[in-house]
C-alpha cells in the first residue's frame, strides 16, 4: 500500500513568512485499506507503519469548485501564528471572573447581559452559570482565539484528523467527502465568554427558555428547562478587546468540549467573496442595535442575524430557513448599549458599564417604592391606603398592594366586584357577555372595562433607561416604571417563533396590549 504525503507552504493574504502544513492523503492500492495519519511540523514517516511513503506534490481541493485551478489546501490567515513557538495556554471558559487582572487599579468591566423576561433574578434564584445577569469581566488571562489556518480537506477521515482537541477549529461539511476546516489560534489582546443552554464548563453564561408570565405576577420563567428548547447548547460567543475601548463582538455559535464547531451538510453555510467560509447556526442568533442613543434617544434598529463569522446578514424568511439573508456591509458585528441578542428561546440585552451608570442601581429602586408609600395613596373607593409590597416579595399578592384598571390607568385597592353584564346586539333577553367571563372588570371611576391587574415595581434596574419616577406601568401586566422606559420598550418589537415579532415586558416578557402598550397612573392621595 502506498500513502501520499502533501506538503503545503501556505501564504497569507499579506504575504507574510511561510507556514507547512503537512497532509497525509490515501492512494487507492489494489487489494489493500487506505490508511491515513496527520502530524504537523514532524516527518511524515512517523504516522506511518508498513510499506515506505511515496511522496507526490498534489495539493487537496474541493471537487467541483472553482478552486481546482489554483488554491493551496491551506490558507494561513493571520501572519502572527508560529507553530514553532508554544501558545499561550487557554484559560476555561468557566474560568471564576473574580480579583484584579495584573497591571489593573480596578477590575475591567466589559459590559452586562441581562436576561428579558426575568424580574432581577430567576423564579428559583440565581445560581452559579445560571443566573438572570451576567458581568463579563476582563480575565486574568487572554482566551480569546482568532482564525489561523484554513483546509481543503478532501477526505473524511483526514477531517477528523484536523479536529485537534488541544485546538479550536470550525469545521464546514460540505459532502460526505469534502470538508473546510479552519483552525484558530490564541488571541493575547481578546477575553472569549460562551453562552448556551449546555451546562458544561465551557459556557460562561447558561440561559434557557424564557416562558411569558402572564399567568404569574413576578419573574417571567422558572429557569429550568425547556422540553423542547429551541436554544443552541452552544448558541453564540462574544469576544471582548482587553484594551480601551473595550469592543465587545458577537459571533454565532460556541466552541464545545473539543473546541470545535461543526457545521453539518444541512447547515446554511457558502464560501464568501474572499475565498474563505461562512455559516449560520440552525435556529440563528439575531441582533438589533439601537437607531439612536439607546438612553437618550431610544428607538429601535432592524433585526439583523450574526453568521458564525460575525458578518452580519438580513434576516431568512424564516428562522431556519436554508438561504441567507442578503449580506449588509455597512453594519457591524460590534455590541453597544442597548443592543438585543435573541437566540430563539431568550432575548438578552447588552449594556455598558456607561449605560448602566444612568440606570437605577436597586438601593435607588427600595427608595422610590418608599418615597411612593409615603405618600400614603389611597383607594378612591374604599379609601384604604395602599402600599408597594417589598422588592423581593414574588408571586403573592400583599393585602395593600396597589391594583390598576390598565385601559384607564385608575390605581384601586382589591376588590372582588365591578363585574356588570351589559346588554349585546341581537343577545336573546338582551342580555350580552359579561365582562367576568372574559377577565376584566369596569372602572367604578371612568367606567371602562379591561383587565384589572395588580401593580409589581420593575426590579432589574439595568432594564430602565433613566431613574425617573415610576409613573407608568406595562399593560396588561401592571409592572411599574418609569415613563421613558414604557415608552421605549413599548416600541421594541420583539423575535416570537420562527417569523413573527412582538412588543414585550422586559420584566415579566408578556406580550403588550392596548394602542401604546403601556398606561398612565392615576393615584388618589390621602383625604388628610
Known sequence: MGVTVVTTDCLNRDSSPRKETNVLLPIST???????????????????????????PVGMVLEGSTEALCPPSSLELRPSCNKSQPSTPLGPGCQPQE?????????????????????????????????????????PKANGVKPDVIHNISTPLVSKALSNKSQHSISYTLSRSHSVIVEYTHDSNTDMFQIGRSTESMIDFVVTDTSPSGQG??????????????????????????????????????????????????AAKWRTSDGLMDGLTTNGVLVMHPAGEFVSEPAPGL???????????????????????????????????????DLCGATLLWRTPAGLRRTPTLKQLESLRQELNAARPQCPVGFNTLAFPSLAQREIVDKKQPWVYVNCGHVHGYHNWGFRR?????????????????????????????PYVPLWLGCEGGLYLDAGPPTHAF????????EKTVKGWSQIPLPHGTHAFHAACPFCGTWLTGEQGHVKLIFQGPLD
Request: contains cysteine; aromatic residues 6%.
Open 30 to 56: 489494489t487489494g489493500g485499506e487506505h490508511q491515513t495519519g496527520l502530524k504537523t511540523g514532524a516527518s511524515p514517516a512517523a504516522n506511518i507503519s508498513g510499506s515506505a511513503p511515496v511522496f507526490s
Open 99 to 139: 480579583g484584579l487582572c495584573p497591571g489593573d487599579q480596578e477590575p475591567v468591566v466589559y459590559g452586562e447581559l441581562i436576561v428579558l423576561g426575568y424580574n432581577g433574578s430567576l423564579a428559583n434564584g440565581d445560581k452559579g452559570r445560571r443566573r438572570s445577569r451576567l458581568a463579563l469581566h476582563k480575565r
Open 217 to 266: 405576577h413576578g419573574a417571567g420563567g422558572d429557569g429550568g428547562q425547556s422540553a423542547q428548547s429551541t436554544i443552541s447548547r452552544y448558541a453564540c460567543r462574544i469576544l471582548c478587546d482587553r484594551g480601551p475601548p473595550y469592543t465587545a463582538r458577537i459571533y454565532a455559535a460556541g466552541f464545545d468540549s473539543s473546541k470545535n464547531i461543526f457545521l453539518g451538510e444541512r
Open 303 to 341: 433585526w439583523r442575524e450574526i453568521s458564525v463569522c460575525g458578518n452580519v446578514y438580513a434576516l431568512r424568511e424564516t428562522r431556519s430557513a436554508q438561504q441567507r439573508g442578503k449580506l449588509v456591509e455597512n453594519e457591524s458585528n460590534a455590541l453597544q448599549d442597548g443592543s438585543l441578542i
Open 422 to 450: 351589559e346588554k349585546g346586539p341581537g343577545a336573546p333577553g338582551g342580555m350580552g357577555t359579561s365582562p367576568a367571563a372574559t377577565g376584566e372588570r369596569e372602572c367604578p371611576m371612568c367606567r371602562r372595562v379591561g
Open 475 to 482: 399593560c396588561p401586566c401592571g409592572h411599574v416604571c418609569s
